[in-house]
């Protein structure tokens, strides 16, 4: 994963790297070696902080969307990459029923990448989270949303379900008071 960076300095400060697309990352460093350095492990714990709270990780964004920010003007930019792999999170293993011909394109494409297969999909699925804050909520996250408890939304969702299969299973004259 790479992170854009924006690095400032002041007459008399060390250098300050802020994080755009994850706001409350900073970090800072007397050179602009060590302030790169030191805002990686930001960005790690960051990152580890966000997955823990169950958060969706940030997709990174263009510099080019960002330099005419007043905040970032006068900046020096930069890319910071982020091994996914140096977060200190423990990895489980898991089944997946793919199509096949979904599984071979996914593996062509790791090969292509330099990606192990596990690695692209949790790329993908980081990826495509982070993008998910972007798009317009769908019916069911606005539903959780307004009933501020999603075990309870889906218990009276599968509860109108199962009230429904009883429903159209009963036959004319059996449990009716008519």
Known sequence: MN???????????DYGVTVPDLPGCFSAGKTVDEALAMV?????????????DGQPVPVAGRIEARQARREFRGGIWA?????ASNLRLKARRINVTVPERVLDAIDRFARAEHETR?????KAATQYMGSARKRPPTAVELDTKHSGDAAASDRRLAGSSRRSRSASRRRPGRGSTK
Do not use: F, M, Q, T
Not at 3 to 13: A, C
Not at 40 to 52: C, K, T, V
Not at 79 to 83: A, C, G, K, T
């Open 40 to 52: 990686r492990e930001a960005i790690e714990l960051h990152l580890e902080g966000l997955i823990d």
């Open 3 to 13: 992170y854009p960076v924006v690095i400032h300095k002041d007459p008399d400060s």
């Open 118 to 122: 596990s690695g692209l999909l949790v």
């Open 79 to 83: 890319v910071v990459e982020v091994n």
